[in-house]
């Protein structure tokens, strides 16, 4: 063994081994070139032993992945038109991978869905910040779930809105309120009585416990009932 270790050749073959076994595949799978070659250049700045690979089609990723079984995905999910069950089956089927779905935007019930599914699904929007990003690469890495802030006040609105004391009439009520119709208006876009929709308008004051439209207003945007883009147009 003495002599082994003698040979340069056979230390530095050890050392290549060494190397090569620590290091973490990282796959990328994004149509967007200016995102994709943003993960690229984060994925060397996580610290982290890697090396990047794309994928450019699902099959192509399939075939990656049955060579490194404990590779890391990252994946725009929404550009790739698959369903959320495609994930789930990827996931039975190559269950050390961690993945990390990359998007511009999800919706509240699939972010809900894949993160409590699974501690394997991460979730990042492409808005997030460089240091966000850079915490689910190396999270990832880890073998860790990471969720981006605006993931996480999406999960929040969900719950908010599940636990809501108001019926489905209520919210769509309170949803005019916040767009500023008046009593009358949603009367006639409901085919209601101003006076029905006066009772409701109460009803919902009391139940989400505020005192005005401005806060009602708050509140909606803040459960996910009334949609930020429509309340200030």
């Not at 509240?108 to 501690?119: E, G, T, W």
Request: net charge neutral; proline share 1%.
């Amino acid at each position: 063994m003495y002599f082994l270790l003698k040979d340069k050749k056979f230390l530095f073959f050890c050392i290549f081994l060494f190397y090569i076994c620590d290091m973490q595949t990282l796959i990328v799978i994004d149509k967007q070139a200016i995102s994709n070659a943003g993960i690229h250049y984060l994925a060397g700045k996580t610290g982290e032993l890697v090396t990047v690979t794309d994928a450019r089609t699902t099959k192509e990723l399939a075939t990656l992945l049955e060579g490194h079984p404990t590779a890391v995905v990252v994946m725009d999910f929404s550009l790739l038109d698959l369903s959320s069950d495609y994930l789930l089956i990827m996931h039975e089927r190559f269950k050390q991978v961690q993945w990390i779905l990359f998007s511009e935007q999800l919706s509240n019930d699939f972010i809900r869905r894949m993160a409590f599914y699974s501690k394997a699904f991460s979730i990042v929007m492409k808005d997030a910040t460089q240091e966000e990003i850079l915490d689910a690469l190396v999270k990832g890495m880890h073998h860790e779930q990471y969720l981006s802030s605006r993931a996480e006040e999406c999960l929040k609105k969900q719950e908010e809105m599940e636990s809501s004391p108001l019926t489905s009439t209520e919210k769509d009520i309170l949803r005019w309120i916040a767009m500023g119709r008046s009593a009358k208006e949603i009367a006639e876009i409901r085919h209601s009585s101003v006076h029905t929709i006066t009772t409701h308008r109460k009803n919902i004051f009391r139940k989400i416990q505020v005192n005005n439209a401005y806060e009602a207003t708050r509140y909606a945007l803040r459960a996910g009932i009334a949609n930020a883009a429509e309340y200030y147009i």
